[in-house]
């Protein structure tokens, strides 16, 4: 067996997703907070350019990096949504899902022990994608003093001669933490100075309840575009999680050898999928569906905060966008593990462990779920919290 293959630790969020599910199929009514899903239907005008596809018969190969119209249509959500322009023959690719532009990604930058920059708490998904790509993941911790923010005098501290690439997640999965504009540009300064490529993960650029417009990395500056790698997908925007659709923008370079990576590994991202996410980028019907889903996140966002703020012993830091927010529950003396197996166990509900994204006191609760689970959740969560306090 492969020996970086044997060192991955299944995934925590399907793990307790996966016990949830087997417990609500058993007649337990679970209230799940575990799986990073929105709750809502991929849009009607989405599904129905798929079923075109499939009874018109185009089914067969794309190019490898995506068709050239959904190239065409990712570069001009780039341009019209980021201010980011890039060449949709060049600098574009279409890969089966976010994880899968991130992989390729890895794998374009990296040689062999090159380092990357994450900062913690991370998504626990990016440390082992570094490890299979040859490189080595280094955490570079984040605290809820600074809003689980990454400061350009501790991205320069972190850096070392292997460093090759910083990964940025915003707004973050576990956190929901969201950079300014003026953040962002002293990061992307401050990484090129160094020599660092930038990783991007923009995929929930959407969710963002702060008032102000979410920015785009790359658009803050050609040098900082340089060395960016954007990447995005249609999963929480549109509520496409099973589709599998992601994207990147990178310099030619890097996306050439992305998509070659591809060629090799998939062929082509499934091509109905592609239809799908053809009409989710330039129908106005799908944009005009996407308005009320991220309505009902700002709403959610408010109202788990809100209940975790009341319940004694519970640390909290507002979430700024996505849809989760990362308690610390230090207070009741139990480790993440413990206190997230426990609560399914003794009140059926579903949370995921800070362990995995390097935050062994947190548990991160997803609010892409009903309002209604939402209440019952938190009242069953404000009631096990009681009991170990007691």
Sequence with gaps: M?????????SATLAIAAKAKELAAAGVHVCSFAAGEPDFDTPQVVKDAACRAIAEGKTKYTAAKGMPALCEAVAAKFLRANGVAYDPA?????????????????????SRGDEVLIPSPHWLSY???????????????????????????????????????????YPSNPTGAVYTGEE??????????????????????????????????ASLSPEIRAKTVTVNGCSKAYSMTGWRIG?????????????????HLASNPCT??????????????????????????????????????????????????????????????LPASEFCRRLLEEQHVAAVPGEPFGA????RFSYACSMENIEEGMARLAAFCASLRS
């Design 2 to 10: 492969n020996s970086l293959v044997e060192a991955i630790p299944p």
């Design 90 to 110: 060049s600098e574009i690719v279409v890969s089966s899902g976010g994880k899968q532009s991130l992989w390729y990604a890895f794998q374009a930058l990296l």
């Design 127 to 169: 440390p082992e994608m570094v490890r299979l790509a040859g490189g080595k993941p280094r955490f570079v911790k984040t605290t809820a003093r600074s809003g689980y923010k990454l400061l350009p005098e501790a991205l320069e501290k972190a850096a070392r001669p292997r460093t090759r690439v910083l990964v940025l997640n």
């Design 184 to 217: 962002l540009r002293a990061l992307g300064e401050t990484a090129v100075r160094l020599g660092l490529w930038i990783v991007a993960d923009e995929m929930y650029e959407r969710m963002v309840y702060t008032g102000s417009p979410f920015v785009s990395m």
């Design 247 to 263: 994207y990147a923008g990178a310099p030619a370079p890097v996306a050439k050898a992305m998509a070659t990576c591809q060629s």
């Design 272 to 333: 109905p999928a592609q239809y799908a996410a053809l009409a989710a980028l330039s129908d106005p019907a799908a944009e005009e569906a996407v308005k009320p889903m991220i309505e009902a996140f700002a709403a959610r966002s408010a109202a788990i905060y809100k209940a975790l703020k009341k319940i004694p012993g519970v640390r909290v830091s507002k979430p700024d966008g996505a849809f989760y927010i990362f308690p610390d529950m230090r207070a009741f003396g």
């Design 360 to 363: 062994p006191t947190c548990v």
